[in-house]
């Protein structure tokens, strides 16, 4: 059905679709969502970003009850960061307050500690868990966890939003590399090279020059949302594709109402890229507050991450809940339009029957 590159990659994953569920992390994908992607022959990806270790491995352990089929777990991976000035920490912690009092919370007097443990620490849980794909964001992993992983036969897929982001990911010694086009929902994945400001390349510019540049399988992202995009990333010469704001709205994504019916009402225009949600640039819904911060502080006033996402965190999950869509901090992807809500099976489905008869005009045509 697919090509041999699609096949060859599907093999290697043991999985019968070449269709990855993007890791959406802050409690939006769930065990049983990535239950439902592998059984109907996807990847189905759990992400760790903001847990705890015991929330992290608790999380592992429920997946893996839920399923025998392989699923990724995906890793947030950080580059030390220069501390910011006390006057710029209160300056900001001012200004978040301002808005969770509107909301009737009640002002932090400092930034609350962030859960997130060592990436050793989590990596070796999921080693002693027996996970077999690793995949990784924001940063890049170092010589020696990328040996220690490669000794244990774990396939590791690294995150890029540039060529040469991808050619260092394969240097490294990834077996895999997310090709993230800046239509992407949620966070940019990459920037460990070229800045928090680079990369903002288009997935279908992006795909063909990773696919030129590396030997290993480039895996498109961004943007993607039915058979038509599906059949373009193959014909772009990606073995396969990632996809997460399709999910989303599926019956088995975490997302709140509100968040699912936002995406379902979106126009293509209705996102932007912003840092002031979590300290690294995010693709999600533009809103009073996203205006309200470009106006009043630059891109480097901003703390960086996990201090904005420490501070901005309660105050987002708080205006979701009361559905105060000028403060919340949802993300979505510019593809946002063609979600449709469904179960993850009837997508799957769906998904597979569009790519196979987009294919087949393809080869009409020619």
Avoid at 34 to 53: A, D, F, M, Q, W
Avoid at 112 to 137: A, C, H
Avoid at 172 to 193: D, K, M
Wanted: proline letters at 5%; glycine letters at 10%; charged letters at 20%.
């Amino acid at each position: 059905m697919f090509n041999q590159k699609t096949t060859d990659f599907c093999k290697q994953l043991d999985i019968s679709l070449p269709i990855i569920q993007a890791p959406m992390a802050g409690g939006i994908t769930t065990p049983v969502l990535i239950r439902e992607v592998t059984k109907y022959g996807g990847l189905g990806s759990l992400p760790l970003g903001y847990l705890s270790l015991e929330e992290a491995q608790d999380a592992v352990c429920k997946t893996k009850a839920l399923t025998s089929k392989p699923f990724a777990v995906n890793l947030f991976i950080h580059n030390a960061i220069a501390y910011p000035s006390k006057i710029q920490i209160t300056k900001m912690l001012e200004y978040i307050n301002q808005h969770r009092l509107s909301l009737g919370l009640p002002p932090l007097p400092e930034i609350p500690s962030s859960v997130e443990p060592d990436n050793d620490e989590l990596l070796d849980m999921l080693l002693n868990e027996g996970i077999s794909i690793i995949s990784f964001t924001f940063g890049i992993l170092s010589h020696t966890t990328m040996r220690k992983l490669l000794e244990k036969n774990i396939f590791i897929i690294g995150t890029a939003t540039t060529v040469r982001e991808a050619k260092a990911l394969e240097a490294l010694g990834c077996h895999a590399v997310i090709a993230q086009g800046y239509e992407a929902g949620g966070h940019r994945g990459g920037g460990f090279l070229e800045g928090q400001d680079g990369g903002f390349i288009g997935t279908m510019a992006l795909v063909p020059q990773m696919v030129d540049a590396l030997t290993i399988p480039v895996i498109a992202s961004g943007g993607i949302m039915d058979g038509r995009g599906i059949a373009a990333a193959f014909t772009l010469g990606a073995s396969a594709v990632q996809m997460g704001t399709a999910f989303l709205t599926c019956k088995e994504s975490n997302a709140s109402p509100l968040h699912k019916q936002m995406i379902l009402d979106s126009p293509a225009e209705g996102t932007c890229i912003t840092s002031i949600f979590t300290g690294k640039p995010v693709r999600s819904f533009r809103n009073e507050i996203v205006d309200m911060t470009e106006k009043n502080f630059r891109n480097e006033d901003l703390l960086p991450y996990p201090l904005q996402h420490q501070l901005t965190k309660e105050l987002r999950a708080h205006a979701n809940k009361l559905g105060r869509t000028e403060l919340t901090g949802l993300w979505s992807g510019q593809g946002a339009q063609l979600s449709r809500p469904m179960s993850v099976a009837h997508l799957m489905a769906v998904l597979e029957k569009e790519t196979v008869s987009a294919l087949s005009q393809f080869k009409g045509i020619s």
